[in-house]
T-cell receptor
Framework: KQEVTQIPAALSVPEGENLVLNCSFT??????LQWFRQDPGKGLTSLLL?????REQTSGRLNASLDKSSGRSTLYIAASQPGDSATYLC???????????FGAGTQVVVTP | SQTIHQWPATLVQPVGSPLSLECTVE??????LYWYRQAAGRGLQLLFY??????ISSEVPQNLSASRPQDRQFILSSKKLLLSDSGFYLC????????????FGPGTRLLVL
């Protein structure tokens, strides 16, 4: 059974520092991997999707890497801002039906 | 562009009462649809998914059921709510082809008392 783990569970950094969020999964036979952001009491916002054949994906200040063989993905957020404060969720797409298996998330606080 | 709606936004229901949560998607045809639950202190769990009208797959045996009466409408129901049904319910959609990115609705917060 696929298990997805995110470390750390919580992270606090001063504004301007780079953020590094880790995600690991036990079964490397994934379809794709998707990173989301969740603000308190809100739905999920898709940040990046990395296809299983890709090594990384970039969008603005966000960069996500994928090492399928070792079961790891890392989300980098450059030059963090207070508006980046949220919970970041990693999810692997486990089959062609698009079913997601989520990690528990990393709660990020960026202090001004 | 595509939009996903969920209602109600918040619901407080007594134990034993019925439940109906609705999700609709605009701007796409024949989407895959998903229901997830996020319980307090727990991660997101897939409950149901649907690849077409009337086609429902259940991931977790439970007190809930789902239906898809129209192409872009997905309904989550229960005949009798339990305390353990409390949580944040999220609907999502994706397309079957391509990278299969999922896009989520705003969610319904359900409190069963």
């Amino acid at each position: 059974k696929q298990e997805v783990t995110q470390i750390p569970a919580a992270l606090s950094v001063p504004e301007g520092e780079n953020l590094v969020l880790n995600c690991s999964f036990t079964d490397s036979a994934i379809y794709n991997l998707q990173w989301f952001r969740q603000d308190p009491g809100k739905g999920l916002t898709s940040l990046l999707l990395i296809q299983s054949s890709q090594r990384e994906q970039t969008s603005g200040r966000l960069n996500a890497s994928l090492d399928k063989s070792s079961g790891r993905s890392t989300l980098y957020i450059a030059a963090s801002q207070p508006g980046d404060s949220a919970t970041y969720l990693c999810a692997v797409i486990t089959d062609s039906w698009g079913k997601l298996q989520f990690g528990a998330g990393t709660q990020v606080v960026v202090t001004p | 562009s595509q939009t996903i709606h969920q209602w109600p936004a918040t619901l407080v229901q007594p134990v034993g009462s019925p439940l109906s949560l609705e999700c609709t998607v605009e701007g796409t045809s024949n989407p895959n649809l998903y229901w997830y639950r996020q319980a307090a202190g727990r991660g997101l769990q897939l409950l149901f998914y649907s690849v077409g009208i009337g086609q429902i797959s259940s991931e977790v045996p439970q007190n809930l059921s789902a239906s898809r009466p129209q192409d872009r409408q997905f309904i989550l129901s229960s005949k009798k709510l339990l305390l353990s049904d409390s949580g944040f319910y999220l609907c999502a959609w994706s397309v079957l082809a391509g990278p299969r990115s999922q896009y989520f609705g705003p969610g319904t917060r359900l409190l069963v008392l």
